[in-house]
T-cell receptor, first 115, second 114 residues
């Protein structure tokens, strides 16, 4: 069964601290993995997209890693800011030949950054 | 370049009525996805359209339906509205390419059923 599991479900950190969010998946055949940031009541915004051959990708203070062998990904946030408070969603895409197949969403990690 | 646009932003209906939500994908994108996000919950997959055809649907009753038009815009219809249909409905579009197909979301349509 294709699934995406995220942990922790919620996380509270102090401003300026670092944190790491986890995503484990069982989606096959794998196409790519995306991390999204969703502010409350808004649409998700893409942070990174990683294909099978990529191990690490950065976007400012966000760094995503992918281990395709263990089917695990992490999102590391450096020097957190109050504006980082949001839900972070891991999305894994299945492959359908050369085209995009079904998308599988994790439930998200709710991050709260306190001053 | 315009992003994914959804309308209406907010919609209030009563039980038993029908709701129609619309989505315009990014220019050049042929795939449109619909998701339901109830308050405090994750995104639940509703429908996936590609090149005008329904490719897949999630575990929702048949009163949730939709279509994709020749210009790739899409419509989501919810018939016989129930209170639990109150949610944020998100539309996303993609070019459909497996490795490079970026996925962009709209800001959503907030449906409230009274």
């Amino acid at each position: 069964k294709n699934q995406v599991e995220q942990s922790p479900q919620s996380l509270i950190i102090l401003e300026g601290k670092n944190c790491t969010l986890q995503c484990n998946y069982t989606v096959s055949p794998f196409s790519n993995l995306r991390w999204y940031k969703q502010d409350t009541g808004r649409g998700p915004v893409s942070l990174t997209i990683m294909t099978f051959s990529e191990n690490t990708k950065s976007n400012g203070r966000y760094t995503a890693t992918l281990d395709a062998d263990t089917k695990q990904s992490s999102l590391h946030i450096t020097a957190s800011q109050l504006s980082d408070s949001a839900s972070y969603i891991c999305v894994v895409s299945a492959r359908r030949g050369s085209t995009l197949g079904r998308l599988y969403f994790g439930r998200g990690t709710q991050l709260t950054v306190w001053p | 370049e315009a992003g994914v646009t959804q309308s209406p932003t907010h919609l209030i209906k009563t039980r038993g009525q029908q709701a129609t939500l619309r989505c315009s994908p990014i220019s050049g994108h042929t795939s449109v996805y619909w998701y339901q996000q109830a308050l405090g919950l994750g995104l639940q997959f509703l429908l996936w359209y590609d090149e005008g055809e329904e490719r897949n649907r999630g575990n929702f009753p048949p009163r949730f339906s939709g279509r994709q038009f020749p210009n790739y815009s899409s419509e989501l219809n919810v018939n016989a509205l129930e209170l639990e249909d109150s949610a944020l409905y998100l539309c996303a579009s993609s070019s459909g390419l497996a490795d490079t197909g970026e996925l962009f979301f709209g800001e959503g349509s907030r449906l409230t059923v009274l």
